[in-house]
């Protein structure tokens, strides 16, 4: 790679010697620039994404009528303003201090612990959405999905509920342990 940008540069500086026009200039610098930080950008090779993990995870805000099973995602964002990546960040956050107060570590919450930190995050989504003139669905639901490599080289996406509203005074269904498919 840094052959290429050599000689880039090399064409670059004869082109300048040659004809003096400025625009020569231009890829002889951003050559040199290139191999004084020996990135090769964008033509390096970028270690962050040539291996990514076997396992990773995201969460949305879903919406549905009377299963939370059978939800359909909200756009969080027309309501909040926040990002998906916001909300697993807020998720996160809430599900470490929750378990702080329980004094346990946050891979030791129990299905129900995890419930509850979402449940106040859905309750903190309400609220901000309220701050912005806007109103949430009556029913909410907090979606958790894995991506896994599978062993064909592929991968797979697994969704679990971990929190359910429904609306004031409506009894909610219970909330499956099992993945949604």
Known sequence: MDGIIGVIAA???IGWIATRYSIWCLPLIVSVAILAEDECYPLSYFPMYSDPDERENF????????DP????PLP???????SAPKVKKMEDKYREDYAKKLKKKDKEL???D???VGSQLLDEFRAIAAGKQKTLPDHLALVEVWIEA?????????AT???AQSAPGQALPPISTTPVQ
């Open 161 to 163: 509920i971990l929190a």
């Open 114 to 116: 995890i419930a509850t």
């Open 11 to 13: 064409i670059s500086l």
């Open 76 to 82: 969080i964002h027309n309501f909040t303003g926040l």
């Open 59 to 66: 969460l949305y805000v879903a919406t549905f009528e009377t």
């Open 150 to 158: 599978d062993d064909d080289g592929g991968w797979t996406e697994t």
């Open 69 to 72: 099973a059978r939800h359909q």
């Open 110 to 112: 129990t299905v129900k």
